[in-house]
């Protein structure tokens, strides 16, 4: 079964912190993706990776960052944590091999005050 | 830009009651289509997808989609729900290796 952890379930951060989320797959896929979820607005695309080292922004990139130095491994990155960053954050993965379907995370609910 | 229009924010229904869920996309080229669903405190997984030939799927469930090109739609359907499907499902569209353009969702409450 394709695995994909994020590194907390619960995460309060203050205004101005920086914040990073970690996200891990154990199913060699090469695409990642951060998403962010929040009630009536859906799932909305912040940044995608498609090989290490390589990032690519989605619809709402402003304030955020990624990093991908390992295949398995991608981290959105908060630099300046806002209160209108406080949402339900989102990991997946897929592989080209398997038609693009995605596997999510279990999400990190981030609250930031 | 693909976008997905899910038109029911939130349904409510009865057990055994027959269940469809819009969706349309806006690209009119090759696409791929997907239903995911989310149960309460759980992870977003796969219903069912869609990316060529019959274009009516089965997924898990008891769930099935139809795939209508002239229409550009991909509704969900079940016959007859249950208290278990309570939860929110999300029609997402791509194209090739593009990432995943999803609708803003539908939540299901089958009350008993």
């Known amino acids: 079964d394709v695995k994909v952890t994020q590194s907390s379930r619960y995460l309060v951060k203050r205004t101005g912190e920086k914040v990073f989320l970690e996200c891990v797959q154990d199913m060699d896929h090469e695409n990642m993706f951060w998403y962010r979820q929040d009630p009536g607005l859906g799932l909305r695309l912040i940044y995608f990776?498609?090989?290490?080292?390589?990032?690519e922004k989605g619809d709402i990139p402003e304030g955020y960052s990624v990093s991908r130095e390992k295949k398995e491994r991608f981290s959105l990155i908060l630099e300046s944590a806002s209160t209108n960053q406080t949402s339900m954050y989102l990991c997946?993965?897929?592989?080209?091999?398997?038609?693009?379907?995605?596997?999510f995370g279990p999400g990190t609910r981030l609250t930031v005050l | 830009a693909q976008s997905v229009s899910q038109h029911n924010h939130h349904v409510i229904l009865s057990e055994a009651a027959s269940l469809e869920l819009g969706c349309n996309y806006s690209?009119?080229?090759?696409?791929?289509l997907f239903w995911y669903v989310q149960y309460p405190g759980q992870h977003l997984q796969l219903l069912l997808k869609y990316f060529s030939g019959d274009p009516l799927v089965k997924g898990i469930k008891g769930f099935e989609a139809e795939f209508i090109k002239s229409k550009f739609s991909f509704n969900l359907r079940k016959p007859s729900v249950q208290w278990s499907d309570t939860a929110e499902y999300f029609c997402?569209?791509?194209?090739?290796?593009?990432?995943?353009?999803f609708g803003k969702g539908t939540r299901l409450s089958v009350i008993a």
């Open positions: 690209y009119g080229g090759t696409v791929n």
């Open positions: 997946a993965s897929s592989s080209v091999r398997m038609e693009n379907e995605q596997f």
């Open positions: 990776s498609y090989d290490v080292k390589m990032k």
């Open positions: 997402a569209v791509n194209t090739g290796n593009t990432p995943l353009v």
